[in-house]
């Protein structure tokens, strides 16, 4: 499976747009993109997942660059309660997801 | 109520016994996993599998043993083996190929 690099934290004013960038350079054909998310001492929290196309739901927008080397996660409107470290997993065997370190996401009054 | 239960939320054992961490689905998904996460850290895959009677070692087995005799069922036993068995685990399910993952809200093991 893929690996990917995302930053260790990051910034956002309530009420702003929180774009979180992931890197996945040695993504292959069949992989998929997925975010989670985790606030403290919880289980992760599935938010969205992509192959090729950008992909919107409820929660957040995934927009996957052409080459699919990289990837960025859209929080439209961010609020508090969106403060939680932010996992970039790339997934192509069936049975595994690889959670690298994440961002944390600090999102401030 | 549908979803993933893990049980107890937190635990403690004495160093060199034995214990069992339960993980109940009622989501009728075939797979299902155990990860370990540390401090600060992001989640590592201990065991998996994709459906009853059939599972697969991940990353950091070793400590480790599972069984699936149910498919609702995955329970985690972590060994005297295991040198440091103090962390958060958490289980996991899923419907298939490319789905997505649940996650349940985890246990967190503490041996003194």
């Known amino acids: 499976d893929a690996k990917t690099t995302q930053p260790t934290s990051m910034d956002c004013a309530e009420g702003r747009a929180a774009n979180l960038p992931c890197n996945h350079s040695?993504?292959?054909?069949?992989?998929?993109v997925y975010w989670y998310r985790q606030i403290h001492s919880q289980g992760p929290q599935y938010i969205i997942h992509?192959?090729?196309n950008n992909e919107t739901n409820e929660m957040a927008s995934l927009i996957i660059t052409e080459d699919r080397k990289s990837s960025t996660l859209i929080l439209p409107h961010a609020t508090l309660r969106d403060t939680a470290v932010y996992y970039c997993?790339?997934?192509?065997?069936?049975?595994?997801?690889?959670f690298g370190s994440g961002t944390k996401l600090n999102v401030k009054p | 109520d549908g979803g993933i239960t893990q049980s107890p939320k937190y635990l403690f054992r004495k160093e060199g016994q034995n214990v069992t961490l339960s993980c109940e689905q009622n989501?009728?998904?075939?797979?299902m996993y155990w990860y370990r996460q540390d401090p600060g850290q992001g989640l590592r895959l201990i065991y998996y599998?994709?459906?009853?009677?059939?599972?697969q070692k991940g990353d950091i087995a070793e400590g480790y043993s599972v069984s699936r005799e149910k498919k609702e069922s995955f329970p985690l036993t972590v060994t005297s083996a295991q040198k440091n068995p103090t962390a958060f685990y958490l289980c996991?399910?899923?419907?298939?190929?490319?789905?997505?993952?649940?996650f349940g809200q985890g246990t967190r093991l503490t041996v003194v």
């Open positions: 992509g192959l090729k």
């Open positions: 040695t993504i292959s054909g069949n992989e998929y």
């Open positions: 599998s994709q459906i009853v009677n059939d599972f």
């Open positions: 989501l009728n998904h075939d797979a």
């Open positions: 997993i790339v997934r192509g065997n069936f049975n595994k997801f690889y």
């Open positions: 996991a399910t899923s419907v298939g190929p490319n789905t997505e993952a649940f």
